[in-house]
């Protein structure tokens, strides 16, 4: 195998979960994170799923990523049941999660390593193509702590598409970055989306983030865990966050969180 | 190069001192003798070779128990991290034997051993197996977890997630429980060699303890200065290239 079929891309996957369960134990008793969740993805599609904090959204995207296992209900990408981590779903974490040991090209190299048909060669192609699609190409030798936070959250966003998963699940990736490098990685991460062809599940709580990158917005509730309500968005791309439309599409979103969370109280 | 200088001014002028300190006759010469007699015995010593064979028997039991004990001390350190049952049985025993002072080893080693080179090898090994075990216990353990789960999602599972990245990742700590052992090693071979003369070999400990033996000062502090300069050597040689590409790559001081 080359590095060139390497690049090419299987087909994005197809999610499906199916009532899934998931409880903690907290110090008042379980917590119900996940309630009866089902949720289909489509081929290619970029959901976000959106939601105040203990809703359920990461628990589901641990799931997905097979990290952790449901109490009840089924997932399965492509048919085949998620059983465990793998390398057909990366994964990207709100912490970088970058290995300090290693340089630049080293963490993009992990994943590819544990890929036996690829020779040594192919991999650092592999590795630096993806670098440059990240903007890094530059960086290839830098250590870790050299970089930027919003550098390194791009690096993991190479690591993570290196091994060419067909889903990418993202873990509030640019939560803690500044606005400015934010707005940069929504146009890029659009672009790489339109290049690249995944399926990608993309959690957070910031529903102008989500209106911006998602076709489709999945709005949680906590306490039990449930998916409230789904928005389609329809918007051309690639979306500014700053736009009015986009504006008024996130004002929408945000007021039916908003109501879901008075009825919520007042019934306390 | 200035810092070298600045280096070599103090070192020069620790001598000067030590050179008034005998020139004002306080003590009497033969417990303080001027430093031209020391260079003069660590000159003798040389052409002789007593000090060669001295460094070279010390260096060999050093080294050899030295790597014994870590390549037993970094598996079980990682193995003592993974399993509580371990933790609870082997971490307990390591933790309990690494603060017994490693010369304690030498009479319970005389005993098994008898005078030999097994019993040096015994009380190296003790010296450095549990700091490098601890050590490695301790980083492996305190790992952030994220980095095992950023792995798992890429594929790593088993060994390789073993090797590649809890090993690694606990590579400061592996760092200073070896430096740690080399101490402990060193300390206690010191003592060991001091303490019981062998036929197969007269390390620098038993050339320090015949100077005492001859009430000879000369060789006493010069067999030192040795014992001093092969600390400082192995520091350079051994840990500071490792410690200085834990900085490069951490951005840390280990």
Known sequence: MSANAELINPPPAKLVVDRVTKSFKSQSGWLKALDDVSLTVGEGEFVCLVGPSGCGKSTLLNLIAGLDTPESG??????????????????????????????????????????????????????????????????????????????????????????????????????????????????????????????????????????????????????????????????????????????????????????????????? | MKRSLVAFIFFTSLVGIWQILVSARIWSPVLLPPPIDVARYLWAALQDGSLAEGTWVTMKRLLLGYLIGCVIGLPLGLATARSKYLSDTLGVLALGLQTLPSVCWVPLALLWFGQSEAAMLFVVIMGTLWSVLIAVDNGARNLPPIYVRAARTMGSKGLHTLLKVILPASLRFVVSGMKQGWAFAWRSLMAAEIYVTLLTGYGLGHLLHFGRELNAMDQVIGVMLIIVSIGLAADKVLFSPCERFLQKRWGTAA
Not at chain 1, 174 to 191: K, P, S, V
Not at chain 1, 212 to 237: A, H, K, M, Q, Y
């Open chain 1, 74 to 268: 089924t997932l399965s990408s492509d048919g085949a049941p998620i059983i465990g981590p793998g390398r057909e779903r990366g994964v990207m974490f709100q912490e970088h999660a970058l290995f300090p040991w290693l340089d630049v090209l080293g963490n993009v190299l992990f994943g590819l390593q544990l890929k036996p048909s690829l020779n040594k060669a192919e991999r650092i192609d592999i590795a630096k193509y993806y670098l440059q699609l990240v903007g890094l190409g530059r960086f290839v030798h830098a250590n870790v702590h050299e970089l930027s936070g919003g550098m390194k959250q791009r690096v993991a966003l190479a690591r993570a598409l290196a091994p060419n998963p067909r889903i990418l699940c993202m873990d509030e990736p640019f939560a803690a970055l500044d606005a400015m490098t934010r707005e940069h990685l929504y146009a890029d991460l659009q672009d790489i989306w339109a290049k690249r062809k995944k399926t990608i599940i993309f959690v957070t709580h910031n529903v102008r983030e989500a209106v911006c990158l998602g076709d489709r917005v999945v709005l949680f509730s906590p306490n039990p865990g449930r998916i409230r309500e789904e928005f389609r968005i329809t918007l051309p791309r690639n979306r500014d966050i700053n736009s009015v439309e986009l504006a008024e599409h996130a004002t929408l979103i945000t007021r039916t969180l908003k109501q879901h969370n008075t009825t919520t109280n007042t019934s306390e």
